[in-house]
């Protein structure tokens, strides 16, 4: 498998996923559906793409249960565990895009979103965020591709009103 899409409950800097439960195994506060297989395209393919709502109750500096691993506290550890691929490439959330860092493996802003400031994504996200050099604004989709793109989201939670 090349490229999977997957989403969460909570995401860490490091891409880690939490599809499971919130609080701790021993004082659960909500139970989550689980993986679904998400587990599996984040082992397996050979990069996967996160979607997810920007809310900082999502963004959280550590995720309460890791469903979905990313890149475990850093560089070198999936490799450590025997996760031979890929591991997460991008995060696309509703407010900008994040890539990883290579040489730490932590979630950097490339892309604020039309009407989105860095300021904004900082207030949502529970950790210092890293912003790229050149960071950039993520252009308006075309007429074409937005008509497109509603065709799959009709209540239009992502592509807005």
Known sequence: MD???IGGAQVDRFGNLNTTLTGSAATIATRLPGSGGACDL?????RHIIIMAHEKRRFVPRVDYITSPGYGNGKGWRESVGLVRG????VITTLGV???DPQTCEMVLTSVHPDVTVEMVKEQT????RIAAELLRTPLPSLQELTA???FDPDRYWTGK
């Open 3 to 5: 490229v999977s899409f």
């Open 149 to 151: 793109l509603r065709r």
């Open 42 to 46: 984040a082992c397996l393919a050979h």
């Open 87 to 90: 591991g997460p490439s991008a």
């Open 126 to 129: 529970g950790w210092p965020v």
């Open 98 to 100: 994040f890539a990883f």
